[in-house]
């Protein structure tokens, strides 16, 4: 070999390796569902929808898990309108997201699910994948067409084959945890009752409560409502009991759900305190990043967001089919993430991987809140 070969390879084998640490392996691309946009099923700004998939293998081959993407909600027109210039509602800004937690495809850190069909749903509508307004708003070409999206998507993996699936699970994080618990049932209907159907909602639990929360969380949902006009959308099993505008809160609309549920929680959720717990007066600042930078004034409020959300949880019926999981940590999200998943607190000894598989595969039940009344700094660092 002489001393160019030399160097071509040595130099190959350089940018081979240097190309191999600028793109980690847990990134997978958008695919652009253009043909959903026919049906009229697009973001916000009229842009198609997008999803990444990793095909399953192995024992793996027949198994799906769907993770519906997360990320708030707008509120009102205005709201609506700045969401349509990023990321969350549009598909224009971003071609790839991270395959971490429980769909990471390394069985080192996701030993149940790591070789399953992957789905994970870009969330760019607002409307925690609800909405379904036929006019375009034509003044500033706002689409509302959430609901669309999810059967878009489902339509398309049903092609790729998912409705011969032996397993599968609709999961999703804060409002694609929300999203997971109001679609569980629907998604369930596209398999025959031998497929065994899950679904697991992560910190898509927001509490509706009383008193000075209600008094700020009611109107939050009050506003998504009326501003995508859900209320002929959400089910009726709740709309017809109560005030409509009480369907988008889980505690009013899990009673309902057949399709065996997992919810998990923590008791201290970081976004639900700042969002609608904590009183105005009082500034937030730094403590919505990390427990670390709260002060002691904050971390008593803090402390008292617990109480509310045990007594919310005990309200609930016990069904032996829903699977719950609440944590201590001071954070909004766990399973979409490698820190919390491979690194997971402990709930009575156990991991909320574990926890997690157990239940799905009828090994056995889990329904347990950590005793801590104080938060915990968990690791919550991205991916
Ligand atoms: C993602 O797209 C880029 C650019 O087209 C391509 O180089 C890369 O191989 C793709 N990644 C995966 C995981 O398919
Ligand atoms: C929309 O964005 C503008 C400019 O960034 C900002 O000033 C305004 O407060 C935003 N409106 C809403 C409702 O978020
Ligand atoms: C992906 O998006 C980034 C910006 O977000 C852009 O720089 C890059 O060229 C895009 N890659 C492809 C293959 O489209
Ligand atoms: C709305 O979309 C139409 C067709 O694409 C375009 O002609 C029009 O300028 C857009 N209006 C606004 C306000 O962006
Ligand atoms: C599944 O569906 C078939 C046909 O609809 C029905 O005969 C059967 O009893 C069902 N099995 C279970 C376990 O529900
Ligand atoms: C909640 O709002 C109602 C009606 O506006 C008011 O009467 C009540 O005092 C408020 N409760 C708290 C605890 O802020
Ligand atoms: C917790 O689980 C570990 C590992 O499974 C086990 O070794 C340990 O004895 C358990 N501790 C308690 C208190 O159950």
């Known amino acids: 070999m002489d001393r160019f070969t030399a160097a071509l390879i040595l130099l190959s084998w350089l940018s081979f390796v240097t190309m191999n640490a ?17 049906k009229g099923a697009v973001c916000l ?28 909600w707008c509120e009102s027109l205005m709201d609506c309108i700045n969401r349509s210039k990023k990321y969350h509602g549009s598909s224009k800004y971003e071609n790839d997201t991270n395959f971490v937690g429980i769909l990471d495809s390394d069985s080192q850190l996701n030993q149940y699910f790591y070789n399953w069909n992957k789905v994970f749903i870009h969330y760019c509508d607002g409307s925690v994948y609800m909405s379904d307004i036929k006019k375009v708003d034509p003044s500033n070409n706002l689409t509302f067409r959430g609901a669309r999206i999810y059967h878009a998507m489902m339509e398309e993996m049903l092609h790729k084959g998912m409705g011969n699936a032996h397993n599968a699970i609709l999961s999703g994080g804060s409002a694609g945890g929300l999203s997971t618990i109001l679609h569980c049932d629907r998604f369930r209907y596209l398999f025959p009752n031998t497929t065994r159907v899950k679904c697991i909602s992560d910190s898509g639990f927001f509490i509706h409560g009383e008193g000075a929360l209600a008094n700020k969380s009611g109107p939050h949902f009050a506003h998504v409502i009326e501003t995508h006009e859900l209320g002929a959308l959400l089910p009726k099993s709740c709309t017809s009991k109560r005030d409509p505008n009480l369907c988008l809160f889980p505690e009013y609309l899990i009673e309902d759900v057949s399709t065996p549920l997992f919810l998990v929680e923590t008791a201290f959720d970081s976004f639900q ?42 309200k609930l019926d016990k069904s032996c089919s829903r699977g719950v999981f609440v944590d201590s940590c001071y954070l909004h999200g766990h399973i979409a993430r490698r820190s919390t998943w491979t690194r997971s607190p402990l709930v009575r000894n156990t991991t909320m991987e574990q926890a997690i598989a157990d239940w ?20 919550h660092s991205d991916p």
């Open 22 to 38: 600028q793109v980690p392996d847990y990134i997978q691309n958008f695919t652009l569902l253009e043909s959903a946009v026919a």
């Open 45 to 72: 700004d009229g842009s198609p929808p997008a999803y990444a998939y990793v095909e399953g293998y192995g024992s793996g081959s027949s198994n799906w898990i769907v993770y519906m993407e997360g990320g708030g």
């Open 273 to 314: 305190i700042k969002y609608s717990f904590k009183p105005k007066s009082i500034q937030w600042g730094l403590c919505e990043l990390s427990l670390e930078q709260c002060n002691s004034q904050q971390i008593r409020i803090i402390e008292e967001f617990r109480p509310i959300v045990l007594k919310t949880l005990m």
């Open 360 to 379: 799905y595969f009828d090994r056995s039940p889990f329904q347990e809140i950590d005793n801590n009344a104080s938060p915990q700094v968990c690791p």
